[in-house]
């Protein structure tokens, strides 16, 4: 909510970064990718994987739960310094912030409904500011949209999109838990370039330090290990 | 007990549900708002008071500002206010600080779509840990609560300060006191019992508008509402269940209705007692009531 | 693009004519004005439609409220009592989500699930109980002395009602009811932050404004473009008010003094 604040200047953020907090913005509402657990507290994927990247850095990680509408603005203003949130890399994103490489092999998004004969051209669901909706829009569907991921897939359950589209990891374990009430429909759609974590573009020190901790991980296959604790199935994602 | 929820029959399922960590914070935000009230109706009653005075000044330029408050706050709709003081607000004080702390900065405050203050003018200060970033927002909140009620309250006053009978004044000036010392001793204390009817019809619409918090990015119980009451999928939490949005509504649904019609019969006790003694219609009908008693 | 460019692409975006996106960078003047304005469209389908509606239905609960039989009165003051007593907003939410629940076992209903229908649909019953407070209170403000002569004059049921109880109670409680058109046109603002979804960002007047405080990062340009909009709307109501208000009380010989508008800014 707050919106303020500055960008700091490459060379203050620089000297200063040693040994400040690092905020993390996150949306908290994208299970597994971040998520509210039964205890009140962040959980998911990006949690722990921000938390390994933050303690092999060195660094002193403070997560911050952001509505998804508002999550680049107060990033850019400064009101926590990196984003976590299953942000897909795009370029018109990469004009505005500055992505770490891909801790998520790109990934592919998928049409669900309550049928698989489902018009996937007609009225579909998808959250607002997502390569997704982007995509919905420019396939001539009608675009319903809808400030959280959870609402997308409720509008599909009580009848009010004939679709959702969305990332295919988060609709894959709703799909799992309906019991068949929810089916995938359509052929899965590549898009975006990988999820990665979003920085101002001043930030080029911090940006360094995320870079080299995620190519340890990716080397060393404890990225590799978390994708398979969250993203469990038949294809695991890796790298 | 709580441990394994999928085994558990339903009783007990609903209390261990009731009592996780999330629910937890759910019930807290009911403290959250009753805050809000709690502070906000003091604050506005105060920037009210100063309000409708400025408003009454003999100064023409201090009862125009009186009076362009009281006008423009309530002029204009809704929450557009409540949206737009937040980010004003917060801009606005950056922007003081930052012309205080960096009067070196060269680089304009507004860049196309960013506003940008140099980093000690920032608040809270980046390096602030997270709970001072919440009570900043908080705070920000209630000032924006305030300032809105606040200018609704100097309307009452005001008219309230009207209503007093001129001749009390008079009287209390005939006796010898000064201006401010009738003001303070025969107007203020007289005027309450005029103002009581408007400021609780205040209090009642501050109680309505408090779930507005949501908007201004607080997590209030609209927010965990929305949150708990959302299809949980059995991956991610021990109590899976489907779409229950409608039922925690209708619990602040009712949790609201408990509020205003508890806030009506107070605040219909305390005008009662108020009006005992006075000479207007309301006293006149409670001497009467007693006398055929 | 120019000024008139955007005009023709934006001035009925709200209701899903002209461009499809909309503007995301250069976002200009022009642009703010044209789309908060055709956001405005809602604000007044909503607001006209809603009070239409509700003022027969605050009608009838008003006559309700003064029955003597419990059947009619009960039902009458908890139809009050729940909308005025609980916020418009939690009302929102809640509706929304029983439309949704609803949807299922009645197919009919399943257009309410829409913020054209409801929302619509709970500002008519929000705006009924509260007109019909308003009506209340003038209904027994209504002189003994009036509805005497009308019985003299052999006067009773329908057309008693018609000649003098409705006409008074309408001059009595119009000021008032004036206020209650102002906050509602106010609150329709509420309608698309409260769940109900906006269709291909098919918004009303503050969601087009927020849209652009949230891109543009400076909120002192859509607000208050919002805010004149608003007062326009406002004034406009309140000269319409004033011209029925006029005619209602054209048999009066004394001009009453000027009658002042009161807002309220949440319900």
Redesign the interface.
């Known amino acids: 909510?707050?919106?303020?604040?500055?960008?700091?200047l490459a060379l203050?953020a620089g000297a200063?970064l040693a040994q400040?907090?690092v905020?993390i913005g996150t949306e908290g509402?994208y299970?597994?990718y971040n998520?509210?657990?039964?205890?009140?507290?962040l959980?998911g994927f990006e949690i722990d994987l921000g938390n390994e990247i933050c303690a092999r850095a060195g660094l002193t990680c403070?997560w911050?739960t952001n509505?998804w509408d508002s999550i680049i603005?107060n990033l850019?203003?400064?009101n926590y310094?990196v984003i976590m949130a299953g942000m897909s890399i795009t370029e018109e994103r990469a004009q505005v912030i500055s992505f770490t490489q891909d801790y998520y092999p790109p990934t592919a998004s998928a049409y669900v409904a309550l049928s698989e004969d489902a018009d996937i051209m007609g009225v579909v669901a998808a959250q607002v500011n997502t390569i997704q909706a982007g995509h919905v829009a420019e396939s001539g569907a009608t675009l319903l949209e809808f400030a959280?991921p959870?609402?997308t897939?409720?509008a599909v359950?009580?009848g009010e999109a004939d679709a959702v589209f969305a990332d295919y990891d988060y609709l894959l374990?709703?799909v799992?838990?309906s019991g068949g009430e929810l089916v995938f429909v359509g052929e899965r759609v590549p898009l975006g370039g990988g999820v990665g974590a979003g920085l101002r573009q001043t930030d080029d020190a911090l940006r360094e330090q995320f870079d080299a901790v995620i190519t340890e991980m990716k080397a060393d296959g404890s990225l590799n290990a978390l994708l398979a604790e969250w993203f469990p199935g038949d294809e695991v994602p890796s790298y | 007990m709580c441990d394994d929820p999928a085994n558990l029959d339903t009783l007990l399922w609903f209390v261990c549900y009731l009592t996780?960590?999330?629910?937890?914070?759910f019930y807290g935000a009911f403290g959250t708002v009753l805050l809000l009230l709690a502070v906000t109706a003091p604050v506005a009653l105060l920037l009210g008071f100063g309000g409708a005075i400025a408003a009454r000044s003999r100064l023409a330029p201090v009862a125009w500002l009186g009076k362009g408050y009281i006008a423009v706050?309530?002029?204009?709709?809704?929450?557009?206010?409540f949206?737009?003081f937040?980010?004003?607000l917060?801009?606005g004080l950056?922007w003081l600080r930052h012309q205080w702390l960096c009067p070196d900065w060269t680089e304009p405050v507004?860049q196309g779509?960013?506003?940008?203050?140099?980093?000690e003018?920032?608040?809270p200060l980046?390096?602030a840990?997270?709970w001072i970033?919440e009570v900043?927002?908080f705070a920000?909140a209630v000032v924006t609560f305030a300032i809105?009620f606040g200018a609704?309250a100097a309307?009452v006053l005001y008219g309230a300060m009207a209503a007093v009978p001129r001749a009390q004044i008079e009287t209390a000036e005939a006796y010898g006191m000064t201006h401010a010392q009738a003001f303070r001793r025969v107007l203020v204390p007289q005027m309450w019992v005029y103002a009581l009817p408007g400021l609780s019809n205040l209090w009642m619409?501050l109680?309505?508008?408090?779930?507005?918090l949501?908007?201004?990015?607080?997590r209030d119980i609209?927010y965990w509402?929305?949150?708990l009451?959302?299809?949980q999928?059995?991956?991610?939490?021990?109590?899976?269940h489907g779409?229950w949005?409608?039922w925690y509504?209708?619990f602040?649904?009712v949790f609201?209705?408990a509020l205003?019609?508890l806030s009506e019969i107070v605040l219909g006790r305390v005008m009662r007692r108020l009006t005992r003694g006075q000479a207007m219609a309301g006293g006149e009908v409670q001497r009467r009531a007693e006398a055929a008693a | 693009m120019t000024c008139w460019e955007i005009v023709q692409a934006y001035a009925l975006r709200s209701l899903g004519i002209g461009e499809r996106l909309l503007p995301q960078v250069d976002i200009t003047l022009c642009h703010q004005f044209t789309l908060i304005g055709s956001g405005l469209l809602w604000n007044v389908y909503f607001g006209t439609l809603a009070l239409g509606a509700g003022f027969f239905l605050a009608v009838a609960t008003a006559l309700a409220r003064q029955s003597r039989h419990a059947v009619l009165r009960k039902p009458a003051e908890w139809f009050v009592?729940?909308f005025r007593?609980?916020?418009?907003?939690?009302?929102f939410?809640?509706a929304y989500?029983?439309f949704?629940?609803l949807r299922g076992t009645f197919p009919a209903l399943s257009p309410l699930t829409s913020a054209a229908y409801g929302a619509l649909f709970v500002l008519f019953l929000n705006t009924a109980a509260y007109s019909a407070e308003i009506f209340h209170g003038a209904l027994q403000a209504i002189p003994r002395g009036d509805l005497e002569a009308a019985d003299a004059y052999g006067l009773a049921g329908w057309r008693k009602f018609r000649r003098i109880t409705f006409p008074t109670m309408l001059r009595l409680g119009w000021p008032a009811y004036t206020n209650e058109a102002i906050f509602l046109?106010?609150?329709t603002?509420?309608v698309f932050?409260s769940g109900f979804p906006a269709a291909q960002q098919r918004g009303d007047a503050?969601y087009y404004?927020?849209f652009f405080?949230d891109?543009?990062?400076?909120?002192?340009v859509p607000?208050p473009i919002?805010?004149g909009y608003?007062?326009l709307l406002?004034l406009g109501i309140i000269a319409l008010a004033g011209l029925i208000q006029r005619r209602l009380n054209r048999h009066l010989p004394a001009v009453p003094g000027p009658w002042r508008p009161?807002?309220?800014?949440?319900?």
């Open positions: 909510m707050r919106i303020a604040l500055a960008s700091a203050c200063a400040d907090v905020r509402a299970p597994p998520f509210i657990n039964d205890a009140g507290e959980a403070e911050v509505d603005p850019v203003s400064g310094d959280t959870e609402e897939v409720a359950r009580n374990p709703i799992e838990a | 996780t960590g999330k629910h937890l914070a706050v309530r002029g204009v709709p809704d929450i557009a206010f949206l737009f937040v980010i004003a917060d801009q950056e507004r779509q960013n506003f940008l203050v140099c980093p003018a920032k608040l980046a390096t840990p997270q970033h900043y927002g920000l809105v609704f309307n619409i109680i309505k508008a408090s779930p507005l949501f908007l201004l990015g607080v609209v509402a929305r949150e009451g959302a299809t999928t059995p991956r991610f939490t021990d109590y899976p779409d949005r409608m509504f209708l602040l649904l609201y209705l205003t019609r | 009592f729940v007593g609980s916020p418009l907003f939690i009302q939410f809640f989500f029983l949704l629940s046109f106010h609150a603002t509420l932050f503050l404004a927020k405080a891109r543009t990062f400076n909120p002192f607000y919002l805010a608003f007062i406002t009161r807002f309220r800014l949440v319900r």
